[in-house]
């Protein structure tokens, strides 16, 4: 069930037996030189999808542009502020509890996204009890990860060993090629790739990994590669949702 | 061209020809008994990439939460703070000021970001001085609203009368029902609309507009119609987008 | 009934018979070779007076400064961000909320005002209601702009034409004559004069209208055209305020 | 010289010979039960207008509403927070500084102000320096309390003694029947007036302060004693502002 | 007792028998050639654990880094911004309120913090009201500077006169030397000091104080006379804060 | 060297040699019923004082209070929120990359400081190059956890098994012992410790873990464990330090 889809008397009717509801959240940043901008959010989107449908969830609008400060040296990339986003999660947090929802279920594409989500969850809970919003103090908040399932990153290693990389990796190519064939992209990478620098401001990540990949060979993804991660993350990040709504 | 579906080296491609970018903002909120909550988003969404097809122009991802704080004692809606909208769009036109970009156009779902945007577009202009960003100065946002078309809103007076109303018209509904012929949702709809009230907070807007709908049938929409909408206003705008790409 | 003439036991009377206030807001910017600096206060504070007196309505202090920053390129302008600006009407209208004021009437003097106030009366709306204060949904706010009043837009049009402009206008430099005779000032004005040209930041804002109008001839003004204006602009606000005030 | 009744020529023209200029800050509060609500914004505007004709200085808009969040239980009084009066200080002085200010003497009506004056300055500099705003480095704010002269204060030691108080005090009713004789309040004062008592919080302060008088015996202010304090202030507020004028 | 030396059900108990709490509050930065950077936090925070145990109150952890923005074009200094300070105190204060905490006595070692904490007071006031916090109406907060005590003063005065000054004055490096004997600085200090300017800007300040120092002679400063200072203002500010206790 | 015993030329002459300093920050929160509330700055204080003393770095007064929302429903507990805390790390970083340092180390002994710390070390790479600050982009932050390197950790499961928890762990309280055994607790610890809970908002985690430990037997640290502690974290820091130093 779509959030975005979904008429007010339809929400109405679900939160009778639901209080649960999922966020897609990614980001719009430089993924290498064949990567998609896009790549972070179109496989939150799609996975959170999937968990949706094999969960009776409903799935809200997918946040598109996260913390990608880190990347902004390459044309194309968005990124909030961490001051922002958490501003951010804290109206969208606010707005759906107000609203009766306590349970939110972030399924995040974008590692640079998870300490100001983490941040932002703190700050929201705190606001919640500030505000004194009804059932305020119930509200969970859980950040999942889809590139940090075991079953995925199992498959990952077992595909593209070392190659696999930390940003611009096969595995999230593959996904974004499984959902968009028609924009699979092609050009020459370099053999030698940057990796393992740490990772600082806007212009030193640039000088360090100058395609924008990190330790990546994104051109080892293939769309049949994407749907096994697609499936894989969809089944593992929907018993974990489960796991999480039935929680106490 | 979509920003996300892109790689960094096509958009240093592209601002060779061209520092125009068009953003797709819409809300998540209310529509009524049948429209749906991502109305808004969806028609912005779908007539920006319309407009970038007709005019080579990059559309970025799809702001899909805005300013719809009045409509929060709807359970479904998420809001922004204004406040906070601000600090989002200072971030978007900021990250990608610094790319290249100058000219930014928001095909806009959605009356009550109007007034928000252009304060954020004001604050924006004084952060890009403040910073001495590259360019700063030239940089030129506008607001288009689909809905506001001139020949959308003939069309809509045709086609719908008095009955349009001005929240969860029928125009809008129509062309998400274009979009999502398969989300078409039927319920009874009372005869009598309020319609005319101000807008002030939240729970006032629910007692005045107990059912969501701000004068509207929305029950007159179809998706032919909707696609008569869909063409108008891709039209309308491109022309609009193209003239402020050649405006000084 | 002026404010800041009060004493607090007065304002206890008033709220028993009236929760409405009127606030004049302006901005102190540039308007032009000849027209002051302060027109926009000076206007909206003179008229809110008239409305006061005719209406028996509490009229608070002038908002001198308002959001100008696309006039910061000329010397004497000052300006609030728009982000600043939210802050102070949230700050107003919640100290006032909280001693019984639940109609806040802005009788405006300059049109970049327009934005942000509308933005700022949704953050309060929500900060009202995050606060829990008491009779704080049933607060409104209106902005109502003495120079869009029909009865002035028509013998603007009526005396000046075209030559009226947008900015630096002879109908608002004639109510700052018929207020101040004494600061009528005279210089060259240009017969070419910019106009119709988008507003971006306050360097171009500078280069496309290079001594400060926008379109107008403000040297048509007189003090009796200003006696005129400020009549029909007290008389038609009077009643749009006890409208205001009656309304539910 | 009045910036609001002056074009943006003249400033140009002000700033060849002077680059200072003063603010007259006051705050929108309750006085007791005879003092007007707008006795600090009064008297700070009146006398830092014959500081200007004395000084050839130019006098900007007066800021009514100040720091006064103990006051806000008594109706009709409005506070900004000191948060927002940071901002909005900091918006005046970087306004004025591109322009070439870069001395801002604040002539200020109101205690309350003060603490929060100075954290302003503070943040202002810093603000100045981090945006390399040109001369930013020589800006020099400085608050100047009209009831804190020594003249002032003499006077009032020797027409009331302990009967001045520290709020809603005679010298400064005085001023105001001086200013405005037609507005001259008259209501039964009880002879017990609370004095001593720090301030904390608005609920606290009228628990300790039931009618809003500080120590003071409004009743004895006279329009005579107003014309005096004014004389008074005007002067030796006059030698202050040459003194920073002229200090490097 | 020392709030980092206890276990919550310490404090659990203690609040059954005062709800006063002592919080030292220095500053990070330059005291000249030879006052150690950490002079007004080490000071403050000495002297706050002699009043705790004079007074059998607990003291809360040193706040560290205060308000010297003026101070930062020396090497070494740390300064917060005014208005992240008050938001640090806000949240301090929030903190222990909702534990039960009321009274909140701030020693301080720095004349720069006052003013920012006497509007960060009044903007907690207004937030705790604001929330509603329980006993929020009754909180009190208490800047009580150890330097300005009179025996304190007094004492300066006898040993060194006018060569006290008022920064890197031999009086507080003095504490620091007793505290710290090991860290006894030497270096040659010019003859001439700077003294009796105002306080700008950063740059500002270093231009005027060449070597940090206002006015003072530091290498006046001896163990023993730190010892006569700490005891003076041990003894002085444990009155201060037995009273501030009693008082309602 | 510490920097708050240290004169600012001491610290201009440390920066010809070295841009490198250390900054302990801990949190000021409840640990259960014998640990100390002071326990994770005081450990992070401590072993970063050891490993400036191994390094001859400069180390930085200690951050006291941290992000410990979840913990403010025990009393003693001091929380920033998130955005205070970024505001407060950037105002630091700021402050000093101005002065020449460029490489931060932040000794951390608080899990809840970690998101935050990281979303303030992206806010701030952004700021210094949003403020051009001379080598703003080289500046890099690190956060280093005592209780995470992995000598600490195989000594803590050697000495306590499963009993070591995630919170008032007997690894810190034996630090905090070997630092501080005149304040050595005593209480009663229930058998039964709550375990395995995921960390929502404060009033939550108060019903999910009454006695505030999580999963720790704190009763087994002794002293001498804690100095086993503090030597390995000191050198495996030491050698973090110097590595962080020396990389590019």
Known sequence: MLLH???WPEVEAY????????????????????????????????IARGVGEATQAIVAPTINVGMALHHTAFPGTISLRPSTLIQVI???????TRAGFTKFFFINGHGGNIATLKAAFSETYAVLNDLQVPNGDR???????WFTCSSVYKLAKELYGN?????????EVAVTQYLYPEAIKQAPLSKEVASGHPIYGAADFRRRYPDGRMGSNSALATPE??????DLAVKELSNAYLEFLSGE
């Open 5 to 7: 889809l979904s008429t």
């Open 15 to 46: 939160l009778k037996q639901s209080t649960g509801i999922i966020f897609p959240i990614g980001s719009t940043e430089q993924h290498g030189p064949i990567g998609a901008i896009g790549t972070d959010a179109i496989c939150a989107e799609a």
């Open 225 to 230: 590669h994407g749907k096994q991660f697609y």
């Open 90 to 96: 804290r109206d969208y947090v606010t707005s759906l």
């Open 139 to 145: 509200v969970q908040c859980r950040v999942a990860n």
């Open 163 to 171: 190659e696999e990389g930390s940003h611009a990796t096969p595995s």
